[in-house]
């Protein structure tokens, strides 16, 4: 009878199992990139919908706000067909009724609802929906609320939204909790962002940590600050955004001790560069 030693049974068993892969991969690093690009198109195209609706007068009450902004909304949007109703006062907006509609550098359609639940001089809360709302990037069906915090000049905003790349037709379902400021260029050039977003998709569940980041309307991705993105690869995935010129921005993904750089168009045009 031939006798085998315990350890060296294991030892075999141990080898014979493939290892599975802890380092970064350049899939991985290019899947986190484009979800999170994706995400920040959703990002811009719900920002720029709360943008139209900002210009009332603080703290003269609700009726006086959703007068002003039905009245503001139809002068920058004469494409839009812009109706207005009582108990509650709710402004729907039509995009793209009368032609193009056009709106700091996006061309939008479908339908946002917007209500001004609170308009006081302590606070100010905007609530809206969006049904098939499109820029021709992305396509946004959901609900958010706009809290304005009047002396830090910023707007906190939480959203449950799903949203669909028209490129890619990928379709996820997310929320976010984010503060929201006007970069220094003003509200016409972008947005400054801190906090957190998540969503689910076919790829599976990603939460994102936002830090400090800058976003331009025309850009794709950020121009400045970081990401965290907890992955469905169970790999937690840094990213920071950095301009190259009007068109390009650079982006540092890692993870570990590994990591990939990317540049990425004004267009959404991903290109890994060289080692």
């Given at each position: 009878m031939r006798k085998f030693s315990l350890g060296l049974l294991m030892a075999v068993v141990i080898t014979a199992c493939p290892k599975r892969e802890t380092r970064l991969t350049a899939g991985e690093a290019q899947q986190a990139l484009e979800e999170s690009a994706a995400a920040s198109q959703a990002e811009g195209l719900t920002a720029t919908s709360v943008d139209i609706a900002t210009s009332f007068t603080i703290g003269a009450g609700v009726e006086r706000a959703t007068d002003e902004l039905s009245n503001s909304i139809a002068a920058a949007?004469?494409?839009?067909?812009?109706?207005?109703?009582?108990?509650?006062?709710?402004?729907?907006?039509?995009?793209?009724?009368?032609?193009?509609?056009?709106?700091?550098?996006?061309?939008?359609?479908?339908?946002?609802?917007?209500?001004?639940?609170?308009?006081?001089?302590?606070?100010?809360?905007?609530?809206?929906?969006?049904?098939?709302?499109s820029n021709g990037v992305v396509t946004l069906n959901g609900t958010a609320?706009?809290?304005?915090?009047?002396?830090?000049?910023?707007?906190?905003?939480?959203?449950?939204?799903?949203?669909?790349?028209?490129?890619?037709?990928?379709?996820?379902?997310?929320?976010?909790?984010?503060?929201?400021?006007?970069?220094?260029?003003?509200?016409?050039?972008?947005?400054?962002?801190?906090?957190?977003?998540?969503?689910?998709?076919?790829?599976?569940?990603?939460?994102?940590?936002?830090?400090?980041?800058?976003?331009?309307?025309?850009?794709p991705v950020p121009q400045a600050g970081t990401y965290t993105l907890s992955t469905p690869f169970d790999k937690v995935v840094d990213m920071s955004f950095a301009r190259v010129d009007d068109d390009t921005i650079r982006v540092t993904v890692a993870s570990g001790h590994r990591d990939f750089t990317f540049t990425v168009s004004k267009l959404g045009v991903v290109a890994r560069s060289s080692p």
């Open positions: 949007l004469p494409c839009a067909d812009v109706s207005s109703h009582d108990q509650p006062y709710t402004i729907t907006v039509e995009h793209g009724v009368s032609g193009d509609c056009s709106y700091r550098g996006q061309e939008l359609t479908g339908t946002a609802r917007i209500v001004v639940s609170r308009n006081d001089e302590n606070e100010v809360v905007v609530e809206h929906e969006w049904s098939d709302l609320e706009v809290t304005w915090n009047l002396q830090a000049q910023t707007r906190h905003v939480v959203h449950h939204t799903s949203w669909t790349s028209m490129r890619t037709g990928r379709h996820v379902e997310g929320e976010g909790d984010r503060l929201q400021s006007v970069l220094e260029g003003g509200l016409r050039e972008g947005i400054a962002v801190d906090g957190s977003r998540s969503w689910t998709g076919e790829r599976g569940t990603w939460d994102l940590a936002i830090d400090g980041v800058e976003m331009r309307w025309a850009d």
